[in-house]
C-alpha cells in the first residue's frame, strides 16, 4: 500500500516535498515512481528511482527543479519539487513495481501499485 502526502497550494516559485509512504518489508526491492495527471491531461511521468537509489531519471519538464530521493529504512519516496510553475499543477501520484528494468522506469503501465495521488495546485 502506498500513502502519498505532502500536498497543497503554492506561488510560483515556491517549493513543495511530497512523500510516499510503502507498508510491507520488501520497499528496497521495488523501482518508485512519481507521475501526475493535470484536468483534463494525460497522465505523464515526473520522475523515478532505482532500488538502491543510485539511479533516477527525469521528465525533461522537471529536470533542474525537481529531486526525487528515497530512504529505505522509512520505507519512504520523495518528490522535492522546487521552482514550481502554474503548470505543475496536478495531482501527484506514486507508483511501485518489482519488476521494472531501467529501460522501463518511465513507463507508467510498467507499475503495479499506485497511491491514491495528492493535489499540487501552483498559483500565478
Known amino acids: 500500500q502506498l500513502q502519498a502526502s505532502g500536498g497543497g497550494l503554492v506561488q510560483a516559485g515556491g517549493s513543495l516535498r511530497l512523500s510516499c509512504a510503502a507498508s510491507?518489508?520488501?520497499?528496497?526491492?521495488?523501482?518508485m515512481g512519481w507521475f501526475r495527471q493535470a484536468p483534463e491531461k494525460e497522465r505523464e511521468f515526473v520522475a523515478a528511482i532505482f532500488r538502491s537509489g543510485g539511479t533516477t531519471r527525469y521528465a525533461d519538464s522537471v529536470k533542474g527543479r525537481f529531486t526525487i530521493s528515497r530512504d529505505n529504512a522509512k520505507n519512504t519516496v520523495y518528490l522535492q519539487m522546487n521552482s514550481l510553475k502554474p503548470e505543475d499543477t496536478a495531482v501527484y501520484y506514486c507508483?511501485?513495481?518489482?519488476?521494472?528494468?531501467?529501460?522501463?522506469?518511465?513507463?507508467?503501465?510498467?507499475?503495479?501499485?499506485w497511491g491514491q495521488g495528492t493535489l499540487v495546485t501552483v498559483s500565478s
Open positions: 507508483a511501485a513495481d518489482a519488476s521494472i528494468i531501467m529501460s522501463t522506469m518511465a513507463v507508467g503501465n510498467e507499475y503495479s501499485y
Open positions: 510491507g518489508r520488501t520497499f528496497s526491492r521495488y523501482v
